[in-house]
């Protein structure tokens, strides 16, 4: 049967398996050893201390109001080609806010930047949801238009849409930019068989076209 999104349905399965299978050949994310700390010898690590606003936590359904969150940034101490990683964590979630890799760089993939950087403050296996807010990654954002559209949803949508890993739409979203980002990440992290994703929620808060957030949720096999 063919794909009902020929563009990246075929790589989000590629990519589930892998996480999914632990004995499931040829998958390119081995567990990363690269850790940080604040004074790394290649990277500039900042930390600060933040608290999120009331209503972005209520719009997310996260609980812990009261806890501290870290914004973390993380750039190059030298001037190979460029890398950066900016986001926030907290008690068992994650915000990949603003990253960037040069295809010519050799320094680790932004995966295991993202692994790095949660398990500065709190212990891996804490981690339950991965979220990617404003997200403006071309191919991701063409995905999820012909998702929603297919669906016959409204987009932009304050209403949120979950999609679960039997759905050719979860494995469509797996395979954009930003799903392999994620995907990458849950290998790299746990290895094969150990975690999986166990759905993707897609929103805009408050209808705007320019603040479409995607939720991975993450669950043990």
């Excluded at 075929?10 to 996480?19: H, T």
């Excluded at 390119?28 to 933040?50: A, E, G, M, Q, W």
């Excluded at 990949?96 to 320094?107: E, G, H, N």
Aim: charge should be positive; hydrophobic fraction near 35%.
């Amino acid at each position: 049967m063919a794909d009902n999104y020929p563009l990246w349905e075929k790589k989000g399965r590629s990519l589930q398996k892998w996480i999914e299978k632990s004995r499931a050949s040829d998958c390119p994310y081995p567990i990363s050893t690269f850790t940080l700390t604040p004074k790394h010898r290649d990277y500039i690590v900042d930390r600060t201390s933040v608290h999120l606003d009331a209503s972005l936590l209520t719009a997310l359904n996260l609980s812990n109001a009261n806890s501290t969150y870290r914004q973390v940034s993380i750039t190059l101490r030298d001037n190979s080609p460029p890398v950066w990683w900016i986001g926030r964590t907290g008690p068992g979630v994650i915000f990949i806010d603003d990253v960037f890799s040069s295809k010519r760089s050799d320094d680790p993939y932004i995966s295991e930047f993202t692994k790095a950087a949660y398990k500065m403050d709190f212990p891996l296996d804490s981690l339950r949801n991965v979220f990617v807010p404003n997200v403006n990654e071309v191919n991701t954002l063409s995905c999820l238009r012909k998702v929603y559209k297919s669906q016959g949803l409204h987009y932009p949508s304050s209403t949120e849409q979950t999609w679960e890993p039997s759905l050719s739409e979860f494995n469509a979203l797996l395979g954009t930019g930003i799903g392999k980002i994620v995907a990458a990440f849950v290998l790299c992290a746990w290895g094969q068989g150990r975690k999986r994703i166990a759905r993707i929620v897609t929103f805009h808060i408050d209808a705007d076209v320019h603040k479409l957030y995607m939720r991975f949720d993450l669950e043990d096999m």
